[in-house]
């Protein structure tokens, strides 16, 4: 097996380009506070975060923001908090100036400070970034304005802004997940769709446990999701807008399966399976004008179909070689060229949101994998292993997958997880019950 990520630096040049959803004076001085990760091994940087400063009565607020940024960082793998208590400079008032020395002294490599206030019945946040050991602001009077419901949202924004300025690469932080919420015991497993924010909060749910449901995917723009259910007998696909809930199935051809649908970068049309005839092909609709094109026609199963960042290729699973097998095709079909060639059966391979890696699970020795590998096939490398890991989704920075694993035993609760793709920070991702089938949106803001 070769090795994957020999060698990751994240010490980019500090980027202080204005992303945010609200009024924003930003100063461009980047300064020299890096991380670097090598050998997948990495001594979290160590960041001070005083409670933010309350205003008008958004006391509650100011604590609760404080307290999702610090989880935001540290869930990352990245960042370690230092405890409140040995703060040496009480942090007063927004514009109170650095104590630089005083921060220095207990080893905060960057201190974050910030405030919240009402203002007109919207909740302001303020926050300021600095680089201790250089004594640089690296983000000065950034805010953002929004309804007082959203504060968990923008918690996540000020993370997000952090995280970019300190790796060089985008956040994660202000997204969404779309999954298979399952209650009941194994062999009558009720499942429902399901919205939470990444990190498991506000979770809703999207449909009802009258009918099995599996795998939802989300639009580009992250207003519309697909997902396959069996309320019919047999699996087809859906189109739902979340705005209203409504949904729609997206062919009208009664008495063919279709299943593991996805959409295309530009949200126009849709790549998925159907059966027809005891063949199962994939194949392309452009949601316009519902013109339905096949991309494959073998006497194979061809599944679980993915698209480049750009739009002009596929990846899929196909078990057209005898086992169970990656290939790519362009987005209007003819040859595929097959890219897994280690052992084991592969499957569900998803294209990064960078465009460079696949992620894919590997099922070999009795194991589940989640692994990732070069768009050629090369470099792949295993992240997981367990009795069951299957399922991967790609953060929408390209640097973190989330996945279903399920416990062995007669009830095999499932759980998702997530995993940075050096493989290091696994860990679960909290959810209100047994969860699977997790899709990542892309960033709201």
């Known amino acids: 097996m070769t090795r994957f990520l020999r060698l990751i630096t994240l010490a980019l040049p500090l980027v202080l380009t204005s992303v945010f959803a609200g009024p924003v004076l930003a100063q461009s001085n980047p300064g020299p506070l890096r991380i670097e990760i090598t050998e997948g091994v990495i001594e979290p940087l160590p960041f001070a975060l005083p409670q933010f400063i309350a205003g008008n009565g958004a006391n509650d607020a100011a604590s609760d923001i404080s307290r999702v940024i610090a989880a935001d960082l540290i869930g990352t793998g990245l960042f370690r908090e230092i405890p409140r208590s040995a703060h040496i400079s009480p942090v007063t008032s927004f514009d109170s100036p650095v104590q630089y020395n005083d921060w220095q002294a207990i080893n905060a490599q960057a201190l974050i400070t910030g405030s919240v206030t009402m203002e007109g019945g919207q909740m302001v946040v303020r926050f300021r970034l600095f680089d201790v050991f250089s004594e640089e602001p690296l983000g000065s009077g950034l805010q953002f304005v929004g309804s007082p419901e959203n504060w968990r949202r923008m918690a996540h924004n000020v993370a997000d802004q952090v995280y970019e300025r300190i790796t060089g690469e985008g956040g994660y932080f202000d997204t969404r997940v779309v999954f298979v919420a399952e209650e009941g015991p194994k062999n009558a497993r009720l499942k429902r769709i399901a919205l939470m924010d990444y990190d498991g909060a506000n979770v809703q749910f999207l449909t009802d446990s009258r009918s099995i449901v599996l795998a939802p995917r989300f639009s580009p723009s992250g207003d519309r999701i697909l997902y396959t259910s069996y309320e019919t007998g047999f699996p087809r696909v859906y189109v739902m807008d979340l705005a209203t809930v409504q949904r729609r199935p997206l062919d009208d051809l009664d008495g063919n399966m279709s299943f593991a649908p996805r959409f295309s970068p530009d949200g126009q049309s849709v790549v998925y399976s159907s059966e027809a005839g005891g063949n199962t092909d994939i194949y392309l609709m452009n949601l316009r004008t519902g013109q339905r094109t096949r991309l494959t026609d073998s006497p194979s199963i061809e599944t679980a179909p993915s698209f480049s960042p750009d739009g002009t290729q596929i990846v899929f699973e196909s078990d057209r ?111 209100p019950g047994m969860a699977s089938d997790p899709a990542w949106s892309p960033l709201l803001r």
């Open 321 to 431: 070689s005898g086992t169970q097998q990656i290939y790519i095709m362009s987005v209007n079909g003819g040859e595929a060229r097959r890219i897994s060639r280690n052992d084991g059966r592969y499957g569900t391979p998803v294209w990064s949101p960078r465009g460079d890696l696949i992620a894919f699970t590997n099922q070999q020795g009795g194991r589940f994998h989640i692994g990732v590998m070069r768009t050629d096939g090369s470099e792949e490398r295993l992240l997981t292993s367990s009795f069951l890991d299957e399922g991967p989704t790609w953060a929408p920075n390209g640097r973190v997958i989330m996945f279903t694993r399920e416990t062995a035993g007669a009830d095999g609760a499932p759980a998702i997880y997530s995993v940075d793709i050096s493989g290091r920070n696994l860990q679960r991702v909290s959810t």
